[in-house]
């Protein structure tokens, strides 16, 4: 999931300075080292004042940045829309609220004996909002339109690792029997993958893993029809600045679903995020906010997150698709002036995960180093290189780095470099394009595993806007298929390595979460490493006497 502005919201709230040891104190959950000592918070009206009270514990209302969602889960891979779907989608597993590992959903029961060939069983009391049963059938049709050659979702090579998906998906394949997806029966998925994958129901979590309504495959604008969804909501309303929610009757787990209507509403912009919450309209602020115009700091809810912010290398033009000459770029960048004031600075790609082996990562300058890679190259000086071209997004944090990358680079080794600015709007997409050389990004895990974050690097993902092609990378990938525990993260840091040295990745900082919600009020709702709430757990919380005591009215 791509996070364009993560990085602003730190920016904003760096000086709550015991929020901020908070973060690093917490950062314990992933590596597990020492957590620093962490200040008393402060007191009094600064730091919380009320709120109006809650009226109605049965409708809960949410602020998100934006102006609008993408309902056809198949066209995105935007952070804020992959917690929105939680609400109106679910697959065959669906993320535990607190340590995001997979748990049953519309799933009832799965085996696999070799971790290659998965049988998955159907709940007999599945439904779509409209009362239509669930059926294995409405899974393969949905999985096949994402990898449609023809359907450019940003996650369909996700599908990779499904038996004939890859050569499906690049069209090298047209019988659909010699894809691993079948449906045996009415309720019953069969799913061959490549090589075995234990981590596969992981995977499954994710919203391109979902069902479709047959009513909705063909349909191209989703905005413009009424959704038939299988998730614990359906949308019953969808106007200019809001979305409503009311609870799915015929969803399997419905009973368990304690609000009856949540209300999605779009924040123009910090200030209004802010506003929203000061008024009690919003219990939850999932987005831009102004920290400074908030009343009641009580509400700051920060986690740190398996997300990363990095610049890359694309390897797409000559010499840039020459590791050596990657490498020599790296080399020459100060990185301790890069990441100068960020909280959680990265030297790797992927969080040091308790249990995944510690690798070196990128700290190193050297431009005598560099300036000799670029002479035995045959470019002494810089002379003969093509313009390296930098794209960046309008922020004065790209603006800074991008200012030192250019110093580095023309400065000091003679590199043509030109900066292009494009706007927040434009930028996704033209990141998608050939005509830059280095870019940046944001990315948060999809599911709670390193492959998460290499899966995108491959050659033939189409995450891979770096365009890396790198055949030993490839090698340790497929190795890692057919590895369980240890052995397969070994695998896999091997692998993140080669990002690393080659100068791909060039990782700037660790990102944590930043919500806005009243934690005494809201229950089901968890800190968790990829920043996704389940809605199905929400509620607001009724305050039970002790036994023995007898509350008075």
Not at 71 to 81: F, I, V
Not at 234 to 252: F, P, V
Not at 282 to 289: F, K
Request: aromatic fraction near 12%.
């Amino acid at each position: 999931m791509n996070n364009l502005n993560g990085w602003e919201l730190m920016r904003k709230i760096n000086y709550v300075k015991n929020i901020i040891n908070a973060i690093l104190s917490c950062a314990c959950i992933l590596s597990c080292k020492t957590p620093p000592p962490v200040p008393e918070q402060s007191n009094g009206k600064d730091y919380a004042q009320e709120r109006p009270a809650i009226i109605d514990t049965s409708t809960l209302a949410i602020a998100f940045s934006g102006s609008s969602i993408e309902l056809d889960y198949r066209k995105s891979y935007l952070a804020h829309e992959a917690q929105f779907y939680t609400a109106i989608y679910e697959g065959l597993f669906s993320y535990h609220p607190l340590t995001m590992e997979p748990i049953p959903a519309a799933a009832e029961k799965w085996l696999s004996e070799d971790k290659k060939i998965w049988v998955f069983k159907i709940r007999n009391e599945a439904h779509f909002s409209n009362g239509d049963d669930l059926s294995a059938e409405d899974f393969r049709t949905a999985w096949f339109s994402v990898i449609d050659p023809k359907s450019n979702s940003p996650y369909s090579s996700l599908f990779d690792i499904i038996s004939g998906a890859r050569e499906w998906r690049l069209g090298e394949l047209n019988d659909k029997d010699k894809v691993g997806i079948r449906a045996l029966d009415k309720k019953t998925l069969q799913i061959t993958l490549v090589t075995p994958a234990a981590f596969f129901p992981s995977m499954l979590c994710h919203h391109s893993f979902s069902p479709i309504h047959p009513s909705m495959v063909g349909v191209e604008d989703w905005n413009k029809k009424k959704i038939i969804s299988n998730g614990p909501f359906y949308i019953l309303s969808n106007e200019e600045n809001k979305i409503t929610l009311a609870r799915n009757e015929e969803y399997w787990g419905a009973s368990d679903v304690e609000l009856k209507k949540i209300f999605v509403k779009y924040a123009e912009n910090a200030d209004e995020s802010a506003a929203l919450w000061n008024s009690g309209e919003c219990r939850w602020i999932s987005g831009d906010v102004n920290i400074d115009m908030l009343t009641d700091l009580s509400g700051i809810v920060v986690n740190p997150m398996f997300a990363t912010h990095y610049y890359y290398i694309c390897s797409i033009r000559d010499p840039w698709n020459n590791h050596n000459i990657r490498r020599a770029l790296m080399l020459s960048l100060p990185w301790e002036e890069i990441r100068k004031g960020y909280y959680m600075p990265a030297k790797t790609l992927i969080y040091p995960i308790q249990g995944y082996p510690e690798i070196a990562g990128v700290d190193k300058t050297d431009i005598e180093e560099a300036r000799k890679i670029l002479t035995e190259a045959g470019y002494e000086g810089g002379a003969g290189l093509p313009e390296l071209v930098v794209r960046l997004t309008p922020s004065r944090e790209s603006e800074r780095i991008g200012t030192i990358m250019y110093q580095a680079w023309h400065e000091q080794l003679g590199v043509p470099v030109k900066i292009e600015v494009k706007p927040f709007g434009e930028y996704f997409d033209s990141l998608k394009k050939a005509d830059y050389d280095v870019g940046s990004s944001t990315w948060i895990g999809d599911f709670a595993d390193p492959y998460t974050f290499l899966q995108m690097w491959r050659k033939d993902s189409n995450l891979n806007d770096a365009k890396n092609n790198d055949v030993d990378f490839e090698k340790l990938i497929d190795k890692s298929m057919g590895e369980e525990g240890d052995k397969r993260w070994k695998t896999l840091s091997q692998a993140e390595e080669l990002l690393l040295s080659h100068g791909t990745v060039l990782p700037i900082s660790y990102s944590f979460a930043v919500n806005i919600i009243d934690l005494s009020e809201i229950d089901g709702w968890y800190g968790n490493v990829l920043d996704i709430h389940p809605f199905k757990y929400l509620s607001f919380k009724t305050y039970k006497p002790l036994p023995g005591v007898v509350m008075a009215r």
